[in-house]
């Protein structure tokens, strides 16, 4: 089955500094990499996600990577903000329906 | 647009008691939703893929008589922990997803979780 590593597992920024969190997966089937960000007590929130068929997307200060070559992809996030210190899950997609995910990246941007 | 309603948020309860936590889509139909259990500072593990109107279909090593997951109306999964114990706690959280026809690529959106803790 599929298997998701993300690194780093822990990432301190200071404020307005870029932040980056790759991922690798194992199955070269999986079409379909989201990103969620989960904060203390919440349920994870969709931040962005990629179809294989695509090599970059952006939306504002996110952006993410795909290389289906090398099997990983990237979440950046441009012009931290204290707001943005949360738990980032990358996800790659395992048959038609299930989500893998990562081990979870915890990001904490410093005022 | 697609929020996921998840209730209780927190349930505390003695050992033996069974908890049902229900999951609602709320302005989506969603065909299929998913329970995950998510341990302390640990990343999200599926439990089981809820398709409306058939029976689960549970992961490995995780006890259908357990963990029972009910999903009869395209808005609406239940899932009850039977005769729970000290080891069931966890947080535990749905997600659903949008039907879109034979596209299976759509997201995955998130109930924010319950947070079960059996004394």
């Known amino acids: 089955g599929e298997n998701v590593e993300q690194h780093p597992s822990t990432l301190s920024v200071q404020e307005g500094d870029s932040a980056v969190i790759k991922c690798t997966y194992s199955?070269?089937?999986?079409?379909?990499f989201p990103w969620y960000k989960q904060e203390l007590g919440k349920g994870p929130q969709l931040i962005i996600d990629?179809?294989?068929?695509?090599g970059e997307k952006k939306d504002q200060r996110i952006a993410v990577t795909l290389n289906k070559t090398a099997k990983h992809f990237s979440l950046h996030i441009t012009e931290t903000q204290p707001e943005d210190s949360a738990v980032y899950f990358c996800?790659?997609?395992?048959?038609?329906?299930?989500?893998?995910f990562g081990t979870g990246t915890r990001l904490l941007v410093s005022p | 647009g697609a929020v996921v309603s998840q209730h209780p948020s927190r349930v505390i309860c003695k050992s033996g008691t069974s908890v049902k936590i229900e999951c609602r889509s709320l302005d989506f139909q969603a065909t299929t939703m998913f329970w995950y259990r998510q341990f302390p500072k640990q990343s999200l593990m599926l439990m089981a893929t809820?398709?409306?109107?058939?029976?689960?279909?549970?992961e490995q090593g995780v006890e259908k008589d357990k963990f029972l997951i009910n999903h009869a109306s395209l808005t609406l999964s239940t899932l009850t922990v039977t005769s729970a114990h000290p080891e069931d706690s966890s947080f535990y959280i749905c997600s659903a997803r949008d039907w879109q026809g034979a596209d299976s690529n759509q997201p995955q959106h998130f109930g924010d979780g319950t947070r079960l803790s059996i004394l």
């Open positions: 990629i179809r294989s068929n695509v």
């Open positions: 996800a790659a997609t395992e048959g038609f329906q299930k989500l893998v």
């Open positions: 809820s398709n409306e109107g058939s029976k689960a279909t549970y």
């Open positions: 199955d070269s089937a999986s079409n379909y």
